[in-house]
């Protein structure tokens, strides 16, 4: 995991410390420094860093603390370790300025070639509610996968947002803008389709899942789905074409990042160790 020594970091060391115990694997916590102070300065955060992230980790974890630009070393970091799961804390919010000028998280969130859980709320009990919003690519499904296992094997909800083409043209509508059942079957029948691909690839990697279609913008729709339902662990496939440019890790991810309804996995694609 990744600790800027915030309080936000705080939440997430425990809740990498409570996730490493529960599937038996090691934790590495990294600090990164950065290089542009002077080096008197730089050193003595480095130590004071190291100290204070030993005594938080108990003993739970490797702690390491490395000097430069702090979203690059901490990419290039990932990229080396080949780790099967960063963890990060969320960020302070700034809302839509981060849609316009990427943050740390968002940019290792972007680049970073592992899964990445964002932390957003105190972690008092294991995740046990998990929801998927779906976009029918294969990283959802994988993002399905590695949610469920560290939920510890929970059923997940695979969730699609859709908004009726043209905005009804084409369509009969009533006084309430609602469509005719018919046409409203004939928008869904596709998505449910596909849907339930997904639900059978799951099933077959022993995970249990369920469907559910949102009416609504994709990022909207997922967050009042998360509060309805008392969602605490939601997880996407990261979207959109990878790169130094802030705006093209994809619009869904970007806004959920800034709004973070709970906690947040992000899922590139493919695991590291599969290469």
């Known amino acids: 995991m990744t600790s800027d020594l915030s309080d936000r970091s705080g939440l997430a060391l425990d809740r990498a410390r409570s996730l490493a115990a529960a599937l038996g694997m090691d934790l590495e916590i990294l600090h990164v420094v950065d290089d542009t102070l002077p080096s008197h300065v ?34 290039e970091r990932i990229a080396h370790g080949r780790f099967d799961l960063v963890v990060m804390g969320a960020h302070r919010d700034q809302g839509i300025v981060d849609l316009f000028r ?24 294991d995740y046990g509610k998990v ?29 699609h947002a859709y908004r009726v083409p043209f905005g009804g043209l084409g369509h009969r509508m009533d006084e309430t803008g609602d469509i005719t059942k018919r046409d409203r079957d004939e928008i869904e029948a596709p998505m449910l389709f596909q849907l339930e691909e997904m639900r059978r690839w799951l099933e077959a990697e022993s995970v249990e899942a369920d469907r559910a ?22 997880a996407i496939g990261r979207h959109g074409a990878e790169g130094h440019a802030p705006m093209t890790m994809g619009r869904v991810a970007s806004e959920l990042l800034s709004y973070l309804p709970c906690d947040l996995l992000v899922h590139p694609g493919r695991f590291p160790r599969e290469d």
């Open 131 to 159: 929801m998927v919003g779906a976009n029918f690519a294969r990283r959802d499904a994988e993002a399905a996968l590695l949610a469920s296992k560290l939920a510890g094997g929970a059923p997940v909800r695979i969730a």
């Open 102 to 125: 990427s943050s740390v998280l968002h940019r290792c969130v972007q680049m970073s070639e592992a899964p990445v859980l964002v932390v957003s709320n105190r972690p008092v009990a």
């Open 42 to 75: 730089a050193q003595e955060a480095a130590q004071s860093a190291h100290e204070m992230l030993t005594r938080e980790a108990s003993g739970a974890g490797k702690v390491e603390v490395a000097f430069g630009h702090p979203w690059r070393r901490v990419v």
């Open 213 to 234: 279609l949102l009416e609504g913008r994709t990022t909207s729709a997922l967050i009042a789905a998360v509060a309805q339902e008392g969602i605490d662990l939601l």
